[in-house]
Protein backbone atom coordinates (compact mmCIF):
# COMPACT_ATOMS: atom_id res chain seq x y z
CA UNK A 1 0.00 0.00 0.00
CA UNK A 2 1.73 3.06 -1.12
CA UNK A 3 1.68 5.85 1.59
CA UNK A 4 -1.47 8.53 1.36
CA UNK A 5 -0.43 11.80 0.30
CA UNK A 6 0.61 14.04 2.75
CA UNK A 7 1.07 11.69 5.36
CA UNK A 8 4.59 11.66 5.23
CA UNK A 9 5.73 15.41 5.49
CA UNK A 10 2.79 15.45 8.18
CA UNK A 11 4.72 12.59 10.21
CA UNK A 12 8.38 14.36 9.39
CA UNK A 13 6.85 17.47 10.82
CA UNK A 14 5.43 16.24 13.80
CA UNK A 15 8.31 14.68 15.07
CA UNK A 16 10.22 17.26 14.73
CA UNK A 17 7.54 18.34 17.02
CA UNK A 18 5.99 20.90 15.11
CA UNK A 19 2.65 22.40 17.19
CA UNK A 20 0.95 23.60 13.97
CA UNK A 21 1.20 19.95 12.53
CA UNK A 22 0.02 18.44 15.82
CA UNK A 23 -3.45 20.73 15.86
CA UNK A 24 -4.09 20.60 12.14
CA UNK A 25 -3.83 16.72 13.00
CA UNK A 26 -6.03 16.54 16.20
CA UNK A 27 -8.82 18.68 14.26
CA UNK A 28 -8.92 16.33 11.70
CA UNK A 29 -9.51 13.51 13.20
CA UNK A 30 -10.96 14.23 16.67
CA UNK A 31 -14.40 13.82 16.14
CA UNK A 32 -14.21 10.54 14.13
CA UNK A 33 -11.87 9.10 17.19
CA UNK A 34 -14.14 10.39 19.55
CA UNK A 35 -16.43 8.74 18.21
CA UNK A 36 -15.30 5.59 18.51
CA UNK A 37 -14.05 6.58 21.94
CA UNK A 38 -17.81 6.90 22.83
CA UNK A 39 -19.07 3.63 21.94
CA UNK A 40 -16.77 2.09 24.22
CA UNK A 41 -17.38 4.35 26.92
CA UNK A 42 -20.99 5.57 27.84
CA UNK A 43 -19.70 8.19 29.68
CA UNK A 44 -18.91 11.58 27.99
CA UNK A 45 -16.31 12.59 30.24
CA UNK A 46 -14.48 8.85 30.14
CA UNK A 47 -14.56 9.08 26.37
CA UNK A 48 -12.99 12.71 26.33
CA UNK A 49 -10.44 11.55 28.33
CA UNK A 50 -9.68 8.84 26.48
CA UNK A 51 -9.56 10.66 23.56
CA UNK A 52 -6.95 13.37 25.20
CA UNK A 53 -4.69 10.24 26.42
CA UNK A 54 -5.00 8.85 23.14
CA UNK A 55 -3.78 11.89 21.11
CA UNK A 56 -0.78 12.69 23.88
CA UNK A 57 -0.28 9.06 23.43
CA UNK A 58 0.22 8.89 19.71
CA UNK A 59 2.81 12.04 19.37
CA UNK A 60 4.71 10.46 21.99
CA UNK A 61 5.38 7.26 19.91
CA UNK A 62 5.40 8.86 16.61
CA UNK A 63 8.40 7.60 15.77
CA UNK A 64 7.13 4.46 15.98
CA UNK A 65 4.71 5.02 13.33
CA UNK A 66 5.97 3.02 9.85
CA UNK A 67 5.46 5.09 7.25
CA UNK A 68 3.98 2.58 4.85
CA UNK A 69 1.23 3.00 7.61
CA UNK A 70 -2.06 5.12 7.08
CA UNK A 71 -2.25 7.75 10.37
CA UNK A 72 -5.86 7.26 10.70
CA UNK A 73 -5.70 3.49 11.21
CA UNK A 74 -2.66 4.12 13.22
CA UNK A 75 -4.81 6.77 15.34
CA UNK A 76 -7.72 4.47 15.17
CA UNK A 77 -6.18 1.65 17.02
CA UNK A 78 -4.62 4.22 19.80
CA UNK A 79 -7.78 5.32 20.36
CA UNK A 80 -8.99 2.16 20.85
CA UNK A 81 -6.50 1.21 23.01
CA UNK A 82 -7.01 4.06 25.42
CA UNK A 83 -10.56 3.35 25.47
CA UNK A 84 -9.72 0.04 26.66
CA UNK A 85 -7.44 1.48 29.45
CA UNK A 86 -10.48 3.43 30.81
CA UNK A 87 -12.40 0.98 30.83
CA UNK A 88 -10.03 -1.22 32.97
CA UNK A 89 -9.88 1.35 35.19
CA UNK A 90 -13.76 1.49 35.88
CA UNK A 91 -15.24 -0.01 38.70
CA UNK A 92 -17.23 -3.15 37.12
CA UNK A 93 -21.49 -2.75 36.75
CA UNK A 94 -23.71 -5.67 37.73
CA UNK A 95 -23.62 -7.92 34.40
CA UNK A 96 -25.57 -10.52 33.49
CA UNK A 97 -23.69 -13.99 33.02
CA UNK A 98 -23.04 -15.16 29.53
CA UNK A 99 -24.18 -18.73 29.71
CA UNK A 100 -27.81 -16.80 30.52
CA UNK A 101 -27.56 -14.90 27.44
CA UNK A 102 -26.45 -17.95 25.37
CA UNK A 103 -29.30 -20.70 23.34
CA UNK A 104 -30.62 -23.46 25.99
CA UNK A 105 -30.17 -27.31 24.55
CA UNK A 106 -31.69 -30.19 25.40
CA UNK A 107 -30.21 -33.33 26.26
CA UNK A 108 -30.51 -35.32 22.71
CA UNK A 109 -28.74 -31.34 21.68
CA UNK A 110 -31.55 -29.95 19.81
CA UNK A 111 -32.67 -25.73 20.84
CA UNK A 112 -34.99 -25.91 24.05
CA UNK A 113 -36.16 -22.41 22.23
CA UNK A 114 -36.27 -23.19 18.58
CA UNK A 115 -35.61 -20.54 16.67
CA UNK A 116 -38.68 -18.86 14.57
CA UNK A 117 -37.67 -16.90 11.64
CA UNK A 118 -37.89 -13.11 11.76
CA UNK A 119 -40.43 -11.17 10.00
CA UNK A 120 -38.13 -8.82 8.58
CA UNK A 121 -34.98 -8.50 7.50
CA UNK A 122 -32.31 -6.58 9.46
CA UNK A 123 -32.03 -4.01 6.53
CA UNK A 124 -35.85 -2.80 7.12
CA UNK A 125 -35.76 -3.40 10.77
CA UNK A 126 -32.96 -0.44 10.52
CA UNK A 127 -35.20 1.63 8.39
CA UNK A 128 -37.47 2.33 11.64
CA UNK A 129 -36.25 4.70 13.78
CA UNK A 130 -36.56 2.92 17.58
CA UNK A 131 -34.22 -0.35 16.10
CA UNK A 132 -30.58 1.75 16.37
CA UNK A 133 -31.27 2.34 19.85
CA UNK A 134 -32.69 -0.69 20.57
CA UNK A 135 -29.56 -2.67 19.49
CA UNK A 136 -27.33 -0.18 21.03
CA UNK A 137 -29.03 -1.09 24.34
CA UNK A 138 -28.94 -4.90 23.55
CA UNK A 139 -25.46 -4.72 22.69
CA UNK A 140 -24.55 -2.84 26.45
CA UNK A 141 -26.48 -5.48 28.27
CA UNK A 142 -23.65 -7.47 27.00
CA UNK A 143 -21.12 -8.87 29.93
CA UNK A 144 -17.93 -6.11 28.86
CA UNK A 145 -15.59 -8.76 28.25
CA UNK A 146 -18.18 -9.83 25.31
CA UNK A 147 -19.65 -6.20 24.50
CA UNK A 148 -16.23 -5.28 23.79
CA UNK A 149 -14.73 -7.72 21.42
CA UNK A 150 -18.23 -7.11 19.47
CA UNK A 151 -17.35 -3.16 19.35
CA UNK A 152 -14.07 -4.28 18.19
CA UNK A 153 -14.61 -7.33 15.75
CA UNK A 154 -17.88 -6.37 14.22
CA UNK A 155 -18.17 -2.45 14.52
CA UNK A 156 -14.56 -1.08 14.56
CA UNK A 157 -14.20 -3.66 12.25
CA UNK A 158 -10.50 -4.06 13.89
CA UNK A 159 -9.06 -7.81 12.81
CA UNK A 160 -8.73 -11.00 15.26
CA UNK A 161 -4.68 -10.69 15.54
CA UNK A 162 -4.93 -6.91 16.51
CA UNK A 163 -7.96 -7.35 18.59
CA UNK A 164 -6.14 -10.25 20.17
CA UNK A 165 -2.65 -7.92 20.59
CA UNK A 166 -4.82 -5.21 22.40
CA UNK A 167 -7.12 -7.20 24.64
CA UNK A 168 -3.93 -9.67 24.95
CA UNK A 169 -5.72 -12.81 24.52
CA UNK A 170 -5.03 -15.25 22.07
CA UNK A 171 -6.61 -15.46 18.54
CA UNK A 172 -9.14 -18.15 19.49
CA UNK A 173 -10.03 -16.85 22.55
CA UNK A 174 -11.25 -13.81 20.52
CA UNK A 175 -13.10 -16.30 18.02
CA UNK A 176 -15.10 -17.74 20.65
CA UNK A 177 -15.68 -14.49 22.50
CA UNK A 178 -17.26 -13.21 19.40
CA UNK A 179 -19.50 -15.68 18.45
CA UNK A 180 -20.87 -15.93 22.07
CA UNK A 181 -21.42 -12.64 21.75
CA UNK A 182 -23.03 -12.52 18.27
CA UNK A 183 -25.18 -15.24 19.76
CA UNK A 184 -25.82 -13.29 23.15
CA UNK A 185 -26.95 -10.29 21.29
CA UNK A 186 -29.19 -12.03 19.20
CA UNK A 187 -31.08 -13.66 22.10
CA UNK A 188 -31.32 -9.79 23.41
CA UNK A 189 -32.90 -9.20 19.70
CA UNK A 190 -35.04 -11.83 19.52
CA UNK A 191 -38.35 -10.84 21.22
CA UNK A 192 -38.28 -7.70 20.58
CA UNK A 193 -37.97 -8.43 16.77
CA UNK A 194 -40.37 -11.39 17.20
CA UNK A 195 -42.95 -8.74 18.68
CA UNK A 196 -43.02 -7.31 15.15
CA UNK A 197 -44.95 -9.87 13.80
CA UNK B 1 -26.08 -36.59 11.84
CA UNK B 2 -24.88 -33.49 14.08
CA UNK B 3 -27.17 -31.71 16.66
CA UNK B 4 -28.15 -28.47 16.90
CA UNK B 5 -26.30 -27.61 19.08
CA UNK B 6 -22.95 -28.65 17.52
CA UNK B 7 -24.13 -26.74 14.44
CA UNK B 8 -24.40 -24.13 16.28
CA UNK B 9 -20.98 -24.08 18.13
CA UNK B 10 -19.42 -23.98 15.39
CA UNK B 11 -21.57 -21.50 13.09
CA UNK B 12 -19.01 -19.22 12.54
CA UNK B 13 -16.69 -21.61 10.82
CA UNK B 14 -19.08 -22.59 8.23
CA UNK B 15 -19.97 -19.03 7.76
CA UNK B 16 -16.40 -18.29 7.30
CA UNK B 17 -15.48 -21.57 5.46
CA UNK B 18 -13.42 -22.75 7.71
CA UNK B 19 -15.25 -26.54 7.79
CA UNK B 20 -13.61 -29.41 5.90
CA UNK B 21 -15.91 -30.73 2.83
CA UNK B 22 -16.99 -33.95 4.99
CA UNK B 23 -17.75 -31.42 8.11
CA UNK B 24 -19.38 -28.95 5.85
CA UNK B 25 -22.10 -31.46 4.14
CA UNK B 26 -22.58 -32.74 7.85
CA UNK B 27 -23.62 -29.21 8.67
CA UNK B 28 -25.46 -29.47 5.06
CA UNK B 29 -27.13 -32.26 5.97
CA UNK B 30 -28.56 -31.21 9.20
CA UNK B 31 -30.10 -27.60 7.97
CA UNK B 32 -31.87 -29.98 5.38
CA UNK B 33 -34.15 -31.23 7.83
CA UNK B 34 -34.05 -28.46 10.49
CA UNK B 35 -35.92 -25.16 9.96
CA UNK B 36 -35.22 -23.65 13.33
CA UNK B 37 -30.95 -23.89 12.82
CA UNK B 38 -31.81 -21.88 9.13
CA UNK B 39 -33.86 -19.40 11.20
CA UNK B 40 -30.81 -19.46 13.92
CA UNK B 41 -28.11 -18.96 10.90
CA UNK B 42 -30.07 -16.36 9.35
CA UNK B 43 -30.62 -14.35 12.73
CA UNK B 44 -27.12 -14.86 13.71
CA UNK B 45 -26.31 -12.79 9.85
CA UNK B 46 -28.90 -10.72 10.84
CA UNK B 47 -27.44 -9.65 13.97
CA UNK B 48 -24.45 -8.67 12.57
CA UNK B 49 -25.91 -6.93 9.96
CA UNK B 50 -27.71 -4.91 13.06
CA UNK B 51 -24.94 -4.24 15.09
CA UNK B 52 -23.08 -2.60 12.27
CA UNK B 53 -26.16 -1.07 11.64
CA UNK B 54 -26.94 0.76 15.26
CA UNK B 55 -23.69 2.50 14.76
CA UNK B 56 -24.21 3.65 11.46
CA UNK B 57 -27.07 6.17 12.68
CA UNK B 58 -28.01 9.36 10.47
CA UNK B 59 -28.78 11.19 13.66
CA UNK B 60 -25.37 10.52 15.11
CA UNK B 61 -23.40 13.96 16.11
CA UNK B 62 -21.03 14.43 12.80
CA UNK B 63 -17.57 14.09 13.27
CA UNK B 64 -17.17 17.77 13.48
CA UNK B 65 -18.85 17.67 16.15
CA UNK B 66 -15.97 18.01 19.10
CA UNK B 67 -16.39 20.58 22.12
CA UNK B 68 -13.55 23.43 21.13
CA UNK B 69 -12.65 23.21 25.04
CA UNK B 70 -11.37 19.90 24.53
CA UNK B 71 -9.24 20.75 21.44
CA UNK B 72 -7.98 23.13 23.46
CA UNK B 73 -7.34 20.82 26.58
CA UNK B 74 -5.80 18.68 24.25
CA UNK B 75 -2.82 21.21 23.00
CA UNK B 76 -2.44 22.37 26.17
CA UNK B 77 -1.66 19.02 27.72
CA UNK B 78 0.94 18.29 24.54
CA UNK B 79 2.40 21.71 24.98
CA UNK B 80 2.77 20.54 28.71
CA UNK B 81 4.59 17.21 28.15
CA UNK B 82 7.19 18.77 26.10
Not at chain 2, 25 to 51: M, N, S, W
Request: glycine share 4%.
Amino acid sequence: MSTPVGTSDLVARLRKGDEGTFEEIVRTYAGRLLAVARRFLSNEEDAQDALQDAFLSAFRSIDRFEERAQLSTWLHSIVVRASLMKLRSRRRRHETPIEDLLPKYLDDGHMADPAAPWPETAEDLLQRHETRALVRGCIDRLPESYRTVLLMRDIEELDTQETARLLELTPNAVKVRLHRARQALRGLLDPHVRSLA
Amino acid sequence: MITCRELQDFLEEYRTGALSAEQRARFEEHLAVCPPCVAYLKQYDETIRLGKGAFADPDAPVPENVPEKLVRAILEANRGKK
